[in-house]
């Protein structure tokens, strides 16, 4: 029997649907039909080029109709794909290139001219839109091979890759449509970069339901994103909270809401539950989900639409086949409401790290029956029900005043104060206390007390600031690494 593969979710949608619309950028549309045919024209072209079962595939293009395809030419090779930021850095592009080892790499013109590497380079524009004759099979793939090395994001150390299998990222998927529900007239509007896992499965999702797929980049988060998502007609709209902050301004100044906007989905950091009211006002009958995940498993818990307003903080349930806990030092269950480590077993557990059998050990450990079970180093609970609620990473909880305190804490009571829109908690070292920086139109003593409102004592803050904005990673996230560097640059003490 041959295996289902990741392709095959684009050749079935191509069967059923071949003109229907599949992914668009800007005026240009592909439609099921010319996507496939794209991604086997590029598969005979990787071919041509050497590229077999097994080898790496580096692309530059995180926002290119292009890397949809290619990403499917790969699956066809039986090759593993790498999507990265055009705007990565060179230390940490080393890095990746020494570890993955890549075949070649297809990159914008511009991230093409800034490589001086070894590795043959090829540009978007060197690749045929269709193919010049069938594709001739090539060694079979199995569903438990290696589809994708998905890079974590490097903030605190070197990125590692994720390594992903055909059968874990097509259960992702499915368990994840089951939950959210897409659907073949949804126009799902993506401006995350598909280098991002939660940017790069609005690829898989939309293929899954036959849904049109718009790839936005940087430009569509700022100013112009009401406006794309009206001129786009979109349904749903994956975001993570600065987008949901922009979008609730953008509405709330031109009072006009995207007509047809459906659904936002929420993960990579919490969305605040203030952030959840705002955008509902904004947007009357829209559904608000929040998701929890993490790259080495994808996905853990899904919420039901607009959960926060009986379960205030709720991550939702696990995925359908998964199961999730939080567990002590040992290893053992806790019961409902102890905070502990989340565990994660079921077949969303990705296949480790890429050569880090170290690292793999430690956090891809092995149960009873011999079954790996992810343990995720993050902080959580569980209610009665079997609800996650996120606590923090280790990274996010420290000691103040005696006192264990939760960084994410900190943050909802921020944003919960009027005129904030982003919030970011650097805890203490050895030479500061915790600050706190936000974004917003308000002055730092409102802020204060303000916060004095919502926070016991022990746990204010040592230091507050207001800037004009926190800066953000290239997935849309506050970069606090890089919010350190601003402060310290400014004469602050980080």
Known sequence: ???????????????????????RRGEQTWTYRALRNRS?????????????????????????????????????????????????????????LGDSEPRLIIAT???????????????????????SEPLPAGEPCAATDPVALIYTSGSTSMPKAVVSTHAQVLFAAAAIQERLGYRADDVVFCCLPLSFDYGQYQMFLSCQAGACLVVGDDSDAGPALLRRLVEHDTTVFPLVPSLAATLGRLVGRAGNPPARLRMVTN?????????SVRLREA????DVVAMFGLTECKRVSIAEPNADLVRPGSCGLPLPGTEAYAADEDGRRLPAGEIGELVVRGPNVMAGYWRAPELTARRYRRDAFGQPVLHTGDRCR?????????????????KQRGIRVSSLEIEAAALDVPGVELAALLP????????????????????????????????????????DALPLSVNGKVDKKGLAELLARQGGAR
Do not use: N
């Open 267 to 275: 993960t990579g950091a919490a969305l605040p539950v203030t952030a």
């Open 283 to 286: 947007v009357p009958g829209l």
């Open 1 to 23: 029997m041959t295996a289902f593969l990741l392709h095959h979710l684009l050749d079935r949608q191509a069967e059923l649907a071949p003109d229907a619309p599949a992914v």
């Open 109 to 131: 013109d511009d991230a093409a001219g800034r490589l001086s590497v070894d590795v043959p380079v090829h540009r978007l524009d060197e690749l045929p839109a269709t193919p």
């Open 40 to 96: 086997e024209a590029y598969a005979q072209w990787l071919r041509g080029r050497g590229v077999v079962r097994g080898d790496r595939v580096l692309l530059l293009a995180p926002h290119a109709l292009e890397t949809t395809a290619l990403v499917h030419a790969c699956s066809r090779l039986g090759a593993l794909h790498v999507v990265l930021s055009d705007r990565i850095r060179p230390y940490h592009l080393d890095h990746i």
């Open 382 to 398: 569980f209610d009665e029900d079997g609800h996650l609620y996120f606590i923090g990473r280790d990274d996010d909880i420290y």
């Open 428 to 467: 203490p070292d050895d030479s500061t206390g915790a600050l706190l920086a936000v974004a917003g139109d308000l002055l730092a003593p409102y802020l204060v007390e303000q916060l004095g409102d919502r926070l016991e004592e022990q746990k204010l803050p040592s230091e507050v600031v207001v800037l």
